[in-house]
Nanobody, 123 residues
Framework: QMQLVESGGGLVQAGGSLSLSCAAS????????MGWFRQVPGKERDFVAA????????NYANTVKGRFTISRDNAKSTVYLQMNSLKPEDTAVYYC????????????????WGQGTQVTVSS
């Protein structure tokens, strides 16, 4: 089992920035590709960004490309999501997840999930 714990969510004004962290434990972190997803009530969980186990390859949803940056520190078993130029439509619960698939975008490809952290962007 791998445990994932997100942190860094909160309330921010439109145009502002937030940095999310996800700390992993229980499994060899560097053996997994990592992803960030988000979900609003009543809707499906959407792909945001993914990063390969080495950090060399990343993938972003079109809605966040150019504004969000995913990164990881294998020595700290942590994956990050830097979010800039935030918009009200970015408001959601953000989840990190671990997969053995290569920077995949489908939720079904991910084995382990965190509990989520709320991000609220006010207009």
């Amino acid at each position: 089992q791998m445990q994932l714990v997100e942190s860094g969510g909160g309330l921010v004004q439109a145009g502002g920035s937030l940095s999310l962290s996800c700390a992993a434990s229980g499994r060899r972190f560097s053996g997994y590709n990592m992803g960030w997803f988000r979900q609003v009530p009543g809707k499906e969980r959407d792909f945001v960004a993914a990063i390969s186990w080495s950090g060399d390859t990343t993938n972003y949803a079109n809605t966040v490309k150019g504004r969000f940056t995913i990164s990881r520190d294998n020595a700290k078993s942590t994956v990050y999501l830097q979010m800039n130029s935030l918009k009200p439509e970015d408001t959601a619960v953000y989840y990190c997840a671990a997969s053995r698939g290569w920077v995949v975008v489908r939720t079904s490809e991910y084995e382990y999930w965190g509990q989520g952290t709320q991000v609220t962007v006010s207009s």
